[in-house]
């Protein structure tokens, strides 16, 4: 079977999606039959993968950075070169199937954020998302969804039937392991010029991360507590100028710390660093920080909506993100409660190792073979 993976999104920004589009793809090429050709879409150098395989390239002129030019791409030259290549069965690890491409397609759905909360997303890629993303999981043959909670949303929103849908979670990259995060926590400390004690956030500065609310939340644990300074570790996103706002009018400036983008092989020695990682966001298709934070040994506070419980199940605090004194009350016991904290350190550990990527890919590969009709799918 030849299977078309279309990777131009690792181009772009690096966030979870990509992340996901990289370990995933990089596993499925590793365990995808002799029988199968995979060609992969998009710029090489940003997918080293394995030697030997029966893997092809298929590179643009020029890389698809810009939004608006991949949109065009996708949506234009590659249907032709779907057809060109023969392609067997398509798949699009990041919401989108070409509209003009007739042929069996796998799509996989990170999230529903513009549906659920549309306010908290720019108006023009919010009706992109909804307009595409609806297209494609009613055309695919198969869904995957990342959560169950993700899977939920796209037969509530578009009616797509649960036999459709496959619930196939994110895996945790080895490197996230307590032994790791300890042997690289002194050169991050150093680099980023982290306080002895802080408090953690991760993920793109923006609306449905909850920030403005976490900060308001942070300010009365203070009053409550003493507490360690809170460091807000990502990009800037859609209006992240609030969050500094918020800050100042709150009085605690100088308790908020903005490290920026952290590359990910810096991040096990910051959640190592850090004496609990707090992720309150209003929605999340899964959730990566929380169980990478688990992973190297970090307590954890997180939302206990959308699929915040599936990732961190009993292992973390988990609280209503959209009350203050809740979120006020988790944050003093994550930072002090000792007994809790241990008890947090031991099952979040446990709780990570169930996640997989070599498991995700499995998983991923079978629903393209059962959707390109492979004879061989179990």
């Not at 995933?24 to 199968?36: D, F, M, R, Y």
């Not at 496959?166 to 690289?184: K, S």
């Amino acid at each position: 079977m030849r299977i078309g993976i279309n990777v131009h999104l690792l181009s772009t920004t690096h966030t979870g999606i990509q992340h996901y589009i990289r370990a995933l793809v990089t596993e499925l090429v590793t365990q995808a039959s002799p029988e199968h050709e995979v060609l992969l879409y998009g710029e090489r150098a940003q997918l080293p993968l394995p030697a030997g395989g029966s893997v092809q390239w298929r590179e643009s002129a020029r890389p698809l950075r810009s939004g608006t030019r991949r949109v065009l791409w996708e949506q234009t030259i590659l249907p032709r070169l779907l057809r060109r290549d023969d392609i067997h069965l398509f798949f699009s690890p990041a919401f989108i199937l070409p509209v003009l491409w007739n042929g069996a397609g796998v799509v996989t759905v990170h999230d529903l954020n513009f549906e659920v909360s549309p306010q908290t997303i720019h108006p023009v890629r919010r009706a992109y998302l909804r307009a595409i993303t609806r297209h494609s999981a009613r055309r695919a043959r198969a869904v995957i969804a990342i959560s169950g909670a993700t899977g939920a949303d796209i037969g509530r929103f578009y009616g797509v039937p649960a036999s459709k849908i496959a619930v196939i979670p994110y895996g945790l990259d080895a490197f996230f392991n307590p032994d790791n995060a300890r042997q690289v926590e002194p050169v991050v400390r150093e680099r980023y010029q982290l306080p002895e004690k802080f408090l953690l956030f991760v993920g793109t500065l923006e609306p449905r991360k909850n920030l403005l609310r976490l900060l308001e939340a942070y300010a009365l644990a203070l009053r409550q507590s003493s507490l360690p300074p809170l460091v807000l570790a990502g990009a800037p996103g859609w209006q992240h100028e609030r969050i500094r706002a918020q800050a100042r009018r709150l009085g605690i400036e100088e308790k908020i710390l903005f490290a920026g983008y952290i590359p990910r092989e810096h991040l096990p020695g910051v959640y190592a660093s850090a004496r609990a990682l707090l992720y309150p966001s209003l929605y999340e298709g899964f959730g990566l920080p929380p169980l990478e934070a688990m992973g190297c040994g970090t307590p954890v506070l997180a939302s206990n909506l959308s699929a915040m419980p599936e990732v961190v199940g009993d292992a973390g605090v988990l609280v209503d993100p959209f009350s203050v004194q809740e979120m006020a009350e988790g944050i003093v016991r994550v930072t002090w409660d000792d007994a809790l904290r241990q008890q947090m350190v031991e099952r979040g550990r446990e709780r990570a190792l169930r996640f997989r990527w070599d498991e995700s890919a499995r998983q991923t590969l079978c629903v393209i073979e059962r959707a390109g009709g492979y004879s061989d799918a179990s």
